[in-house]
């Protein structure tokens, strides 16, 4: 068991786990955070995304040890911001999201990207979302929403 | 030219109609919960954890099995095996075969043998590992044709031949000696995997009445719970299964997974049990998609008319039956195609191996012979010098012919009508392959009808019901679960239009087997066409049932009555009394309407016959990679004859991802086993699309119908699958003269094309 101070969705916090525990174990099971989803468990799907820090990071490989000192924002805090409206509105509109259970890590990561700047076009938003993967779509909405958030460097093939 | 057609709604138009479905608000902000996001029991207390301890061996003997040890660790509360089951102890589809417990064999890896409830998912886990079994191995039966040798060591007593089919007409031999042009291959698709983002999971939890409820995602809750009830010997009834919302199941979840274990163990323990698959777990005991081998022979004459076409086939259906019978039958079926063909033969047989389980999968066997029999058309047009688009449209079956088993079908003119749509497409008309050094890029063109829901003597029939809820909300209640198909928008626009109301006035009540009747799978596309028909062919007596009703209150007579958007309105259209006033006044007695619909089937006696067929044509475009051998999926056009559109957000989706899911069986793709294990347990060893391989899509829906149609809307939840697999394959076959025989097409088989001396193909 280790004691680790941690700041979650803007709230410091002190846990005593053990210190291999995952961060999305930890979310889901003690803080009733399920919007970080479990997929694959090994960095591949992206369903588990929060921001570590404010950069994108798979909650399924961060392990207790390394959360000390460090705050972790999930898609509950994200949703709420309005900085992820645009995101949101997109999605929604452009059919990009189905059974919904990828969505969560895609807000995480979309709202990440819309919020840098300068933002990235849609050529390097699109080379960064292969993290998330969604089974459902095919990817037709989600591109449209990429389309419409990002400036189209690559407009037409 | 043909003229424009109304009926048609290119991929802007389908766009323009898009709007956010119902449930997009709450699933982007997390707020959707999911069978596997309750960690506690309705009441509020923590659930237990379960863990399975499944098989390591694919083919062994139980001697023993000593639970002792696991039972004795401080925080277990449950360890069940086989003779803790009080009732049914197998469960399948039209074979039962399946045990939900192993007790003497075990035929795959992670076949259950027992489980725990434990505290915690460590503890759970740490209990598995203390039980001791001991096994006698058995030869693993591994490739499908050598099981079903007479020496074969068998998985299931009566030996592996699980299914075999036959069928055909005509003069075989006379066709044969008439052909000028004569074409034979072998043809192999692999195993793919659904790749669901959500494994296997949910929870049971003891309702307090001594029964149980069961959140699990699934497809049939009135079947999950039947199942549960059977093997606890409990009352139909008791159990209660909420099988929605779903992360994704594509067919995967359609029979029941690990719900009969989790209920085993809340059942022994008394409390709740949380159960979810890890991702290894789930690849391991999940279904997969068939694989098939297939061998095709297929001749035309000098001016391109088919003359006959003969197809064998052989499928690994791995350890249980679960759906393979109905999945060959469908390969069976659609190894004919749209086509004419004066004389036929197909045959087919399905193999018990110890290759993990095969099952239901979007594309449902049919896939597998689409691709196989499109190469050999196009091939055959190749032969003939005419180009593959006229080639298919001059050997169509007429629009009121009968179908590829010579059933009786409901009439449909399909596929000549995608045919034409792509006909005056741009991508089809400039369609040259280009050759640009290091990248070669083609087009292919393929064609598939497909069938809707079950074949003849299938579960069918479906009953839903509508129902005024106490709030005054016109309640849709059916047993399909939302699994990302969009069924609540479909049941609002739907209920709209057929029962007169405004969607506002309507609430999609789904999933639960407590609350919806039981509308059988929702599964083989065909939930919005039962919808379509139930709520079509009911609407006006429930509207009239709700004017009987606010008669007396409103002291008018029912005739002067309407039920209109909002509530009851007189024949001037003014609203006199809303549904919520309505619920009101009548107290208890409030109204259920209960639809039951036969099936719609072929009249034909021909088993496993659909009646009602869909069709898809598509363009694929790709770029070939010569260096690495890496195909690209640039562009993808679709042109879908459905019927009319009902949820432009659902149709425009299904399409979409079922599409991806097919070019993915066709470029990456594949869970190889060796020994009976699977050689990836992950999503880093089995790669599924990303954005990055998505192309751009252009999908054209051609809605009308034929003259007099009843059946209504075509489902459009499979054939993106079947159309992308046999399009992408056409692609890279016209990019690079491959003679591609199976799927996926890796690199190293276009590497080894490529090395290939000229016309040694
Ligand atoms: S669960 Fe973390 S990336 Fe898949
Ligand atoms: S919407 Fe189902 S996985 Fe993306």
Redesign the interface.
Known sequence: MMRIEFELNGEPRVLETPAERRLLAIL??DF?L??A?????????G?CMVWLDDLPTNACLVMAWQLDGRSVTT??AI??DPRSESV?AA?????G????????GL?VTMTHLADCSPRPDAACA??Q????????????????A?ERLFPTADAG? | MNPPDADVLTHEAL?AR????P???D????Q???P??R?ASAKGESALHGAILGSPHPHARILAIDTSAAVALPGVHAVVTAPDIPGRTHYGLRVIDRPILCADKVRCIGDPIAAVAADTLAIARAACALIRVEYALLPVVEDPELALAADAETLHEGGNLLHSVRHGWGELEAAMQAATHVVEDEYETARQM??????EGGIVEPDGAGGLIVHFACQHPARDAEVIADMLRLPAGMVRVIGT??????GGKDELTIQPVAALLAWKSGRAVRL?L??PESVDLGVKRHPFRIRMKSGCDAQGRLLFHMASLVADTGAYATHGPEILDAAQEHAVGPYAWPALAVEGRLAYTNNGIAGAFRGFGAVQTQFALERQISRLAEACGIDGLAFRRMNLVAPDASGPMGQVVAPFDGPRRVLDVLAEHPLWQQRRPRDEGRYRHGVGLALVHRSDGFGRGGPNAARIAIGLAPDGAIEIRCGFTE????LIDTVRVLGARLLGCAESDLRAVLGDSARAPDSGSTAASRATAILWRGLGRHGAEWRKRLCALAAPPLGRMPDQLQAGEGGIRGADGALLLSYALLAASLGDALPELLISLEAEETPSDIAAAHYVFGACAALAEVRVDTWSGRAEL??MVIAAALGPVISP?GF??Q???????GAGLALTEHLPTAGGRYLAR???GYL?????D?P??E?IAVQGLPEGDEIGPRGAGEI?VNIAAPAVAEAIAAALAMPVRRLPVLPEHILDHLDMPEGAA
């Not at chain 1, 979302?129 to 449209?144: E, W």
């Not at chain 2, 699933?27 to 997390?30: F, H, I, M, Y």
């Not at chain 2, 919302?245 to 594509?250: C, D, F, K």
């Open positions: 889901r099971e009733g399920t919007g989803k479990p997929g694959c468990e090994v960095g591949r799907c369903a898609v509950e949703a709420a949101r999605l929604a509109e452009c059919g999201l189905q059974c919904g259970y990828c969505t969560p807000v699109r080379a979302l292969a993290g998330n993967l969604c089974r459902c779509t095919g990817y037709g909405g989600i591109q449209r990429v093939d | 766009l898009v709007r956010p479905r449930d997009a608000a699933k982007l902000r997390a959707v919960r999911y596997t996001d960690y659904h790749g669901y983002l959500e494994t919302p779903i992360g994704g199941s594509y979810q890890s991702r699994m990302g198909q969009n640039t562009r957000q425009l989706g399409m979409e991802g079922g599409a991806m899911m992950n999503l880093d599924m699309p990303t954005l990055m998505a751009r899509f999908i993106g």
